[in-house]
């Protein structure tokens, strides 16, 4: 979503590499840059007023002209006034002390709400909550089996006593829902309003009607993240006409500018509490502005990633796994590469994955190229193969590769490919996990991965001893040699050169050394 506003901004702090000092000049300059950028975000105006006079004021401050590295200041002043701009902390949710907790939503027809409101009840649950749907949106056609099929797919109860398609009281229907929530000892009643396409006194009315009805602890405005300018102005309607605790951004995934995002909390106050980045119903989590202002400046996400990774990984695979790369539990095969990579998907799409890592900007083009169903012509080309062959691939000879790959619909050569990558990536993996470093690369502080200790222990070939190219200079030099040989070897200590076994003690004695200087000799 944010891909214009993080291409501009990268840009503008490139020009500021290499410089020692930031004049007047590069300040403006910088400002100018960053103004365009937010205006064609969609950024409301008042709030690139705001947001750049500030990292002006700044970077002309202290911190910038004594920084040994202007543009890192620079990035760190609009990192901080990002996430500034996006609400500061992370608002969490408000829990009734007593009884069942009531969140409401609100926004216009086609934000999604129905459908959040699902994903809400299974991120609740997965909290340790037990939600209740309340399908008080009686006005759009089949708004109610809608919300009834999201229910039954997240495993959460929907309260449903009208048919909806114009037919009820969802002030009655809301007010129910609270009742029944007691009775039936759920915590949390989460009630799905109707929109409208557009802000009119009928919609105002009715959600006053329905918040006066049940009192709710959260009422969450949810708007479509992609509609622009305009979601300030909705914004702004819905606060003075009903008034809301938090704003819910949805469909964060597409290819809109963002400027939602940043202008709502600004303009309105409230913060945005929750997102919605995708199709499924996992694609919901609270919205950590410092999390966001790192995706727009392509800093990563690694803490959501993490997040993601503890909710979905099985710990216990992860352990048997990494046992196998330190050689502790056996060998690590194709089928424990094939149970990672179905780990990792469950994570969602490579290419939203990729995105989180920092600076993964620059291969935005290449990630938005990537083709998905290449895992699963990995996952086909693996399950084509024998127990026996998954366990042990080095067995994998020329004509059991020609079999794998007619079963899988594959050519030869990618079976190949993924033998060979394969014993390449659990090589790499054994490395690291034992603490050697990435093989081929130069050691690091505290990691291995640089040169083994038998080659440490090879001595550098030498090019032997120069001689002078005047033949009576190069006898000269060969008898001095052959007399210093004679001598001693040359040796500065004056030990026999040559192979024969020296006597120490009777080289010490020969010193005569004092008495109480023998004990450094032991």
């Known amino acids: 979503m944010f891909a214009t506003l993080s291409d501009r ?186 929109g409208r396409l557009g802000v009119d006194a009928e919609l105002m009315q009715q959600a006053s009607d329905i918040r006066d009805a049940v009192r709710p602890d959260e009422v969450l405005f949810v708007v479509d993240a992609m509609i622009g300018q305009d979601a300030v102005t909705t914004a702004q309607l819905f606060l003075d006409g009903v008034g809301y605790d938090g704003v819910v951004l949805t469909k964060l995934d597409g290819d809109a500018r963002g400027g939602a995002a940043l202008s709502i909390a600004s303009i309105t106050g409230k913060p945005v509490m929750f997102a919605s980045n995708g199709e499924k119903m996992t694609d919901f989590d609270l919205f950590h502005p410092d999390r966001m202002a790192s995706r727009i400046l392509d800093m990563g996400d690694m803490l959501t990633l993490i997040e993601q990774a503890e909710k979905t990984f099985d710990a216990d695979q992860a352990a048997k796994a990494a046992a196998k790369l330190t050689g502790q539990g056996g060998e690590f095969t194709l089928d424990d590469f094939l149970e ?43 399950q084509s193969m024998t127990p026996a062959e998954r366990a042990n691939p080095k067995m994998i000879d020329g004509s059991r590769r020609l079999r794998i790959a007619r079963g899988s619909g594959r050519q030869v050569s990618d079976v190949n490919q993924l033998v060979d990558r394969f014993f390449e990536a659990r090589k790499m993996m054994q490395s690291m996990a034992k603490g050697g470093g990435i093989p081929g690369m130069p050691g690091m502080p505290g990691m291995g991965g640089g040169k083994s200790a038998k080659a440490k222990a090879q001595p550098k070939k030498g090019k032997g001893a120069k001689r002078s190219g005047n033949p009576a200079k190069a006898a000269q030099e060969a008898a001095a040699a052959k007399a210093a040989k004679a001598a001693g070897g040359g040796n500065p200590f004056g030990t026999p050169a040559g192979d024969e076994p020296v006597d120490y003690e009777k080289a010490a004695a020969a010193l005569n050394l004092p008495k109480d200087f023998s004990k450094y000799l032991k």
């Open 9 to 194: 901004l990268a840009d503008t702090f490139k020009n500021l590499r290499g410089k020692g000092r930031l004049s007047e000049a590069d300040i403006d300059a910088t400002a100018r840059e960053i103004r365009i950028a937010l205006l064609e975000a969609d950024v409301a105006l008042p709030v690139v007023k705001e947001f750049v006079g500030a990292v002006k004021e700044r970077a002309r401050g202290e911190e910038v002209s004594g920084a040994l590295n202007p543009a890192q200041q620079v990035v760190k002043i609009v990192n901080e006034e990002l996430v500034n701009i996006l609400g500061g902390e992370t608002r969490r949710l408000r829990f009734a002390k007593s009884g069942p907790t009531v969140i409401m939503l609100a926004g216009l027809q086609g934000a999604g709400k129905t459908t959040l409101a699902a994903k809400l009840a299974l991120w609740l649950k997965e909290q340790g909550k037990s939600p209740l749907l309340v399908a008080a949106d009686l006005q759009r056609p089949n708004a109610v089996n809608q919300l009834q099929v999201n229910g039954e797919r997240v495993g959460v109860k929907v309260f449903a006593p009208e048919p909806g398609n114009g037919v009820g009281d969802p002030v009655r229907v809301a007010r129910d829902a609270v009742e029944e929530a007691k009775r039936t000892l759920h915590d949390v009643v989460i009630v799905d309003t109707a």
């Open 340 to 382: 990672q990579m179905q780990q990792v998907r469950k994570l969602g799409s490579m290419s939203k994955i990729m995105g989180m890592l920092p600076g993964m900007g620059q291969f935005r083009d290449q990630l938005e190229n990537f083709d998905e169903r290449e895992i699963d012509r990995i996952q086909a080309v693996i």
